[in-house]
């Protein structure tokens, strides 16, 4: 995996190599064709090739869908890890997921356990920077977002939520949303995803 600088930290930048090679292993461990995967994410079957060719880097917003067809989180494709008693996460080795069309951040905060149902990561919002329209996830998903930095837009359904610096919203995410920099600098947030789905 490449390396990026961020705030005068060395963390880990997702390449289009290695999430396209993750990608198809876990479609060919679930037994999954393309043309498959393709109507359970909703990504068409051109894209999907392209991108576990390494040739195109997705969006978050198609990471997100390609991930709800596996079954699986948004962390569980960047990977896994065996889960101990006790795990330090350096920020220097932080796993990031950046989308090239917008300089939208990912950054996995710990690493993800197979078969957990939770996920802490923080993102990072260029200014007039959207996400893009996230997919509806299964009922029983939920959203912790805190801002750290600017002013952040949480559309849900057809609500709008201004989010100031410091502030916490929470939301159920089984409905389509998105986040959007609604102010002037870089907007970062924390932001918890929780399933209680057994």
Do not use: W
């Amino acid at each position: 995996m490449q390396t990026s600088r961020d705030n005068s930290n060395i963390v880990e930048t997702v390449s289009a190599a290695y999430l396209g090679s993750r990608i198809r292993t876990l479609r060919q461990q679930q037994r999954l064709t393309l043309d498959a995967l393709a109507e359970r994410s909703g990504v068409s079957r051109a894209m999907l090739s392209k991108i576990e060719r390494g040739e195109n880097n997705p969006t978050l917003v198609v990471a997100v869908k390609v991930a709800l067809g596996l079954g699986i989180t948004t962390s569980q494709l960047i990977g896994v890890e065996d889960r101990r008693e006790v795990i330090h996460a350096p920020r220097a080795r932080r796993m990031v997921f950046k989308d090239q069309e917008t300089g939208f951040e990912r950054q996995l905060l710990f690493p993800t356990f197979e078969g957990s149902s939770l996920e802490f990561v923080r993102h990072v919002l260029p200014p007039g920077v959207t996400t893009g329209d996230m997919p509806a996830h299964q009922h029983g998903v939920e959203k912790y977002v805190v801002v750290e930095q600017g002013t952040l837009m949480v559309v849900v359904q057809n609500g709008e939520h201004l989010v100031e610096e410091g502030d916490g919203l929470y939301f159920e995410c089984d409905v389509p949303h998105r986040f959007e920099n609604a102010g002037r600098g870089v907007c970062s947030y924390y932001l918890v995803i929780h399933s209680r789905v057994p």
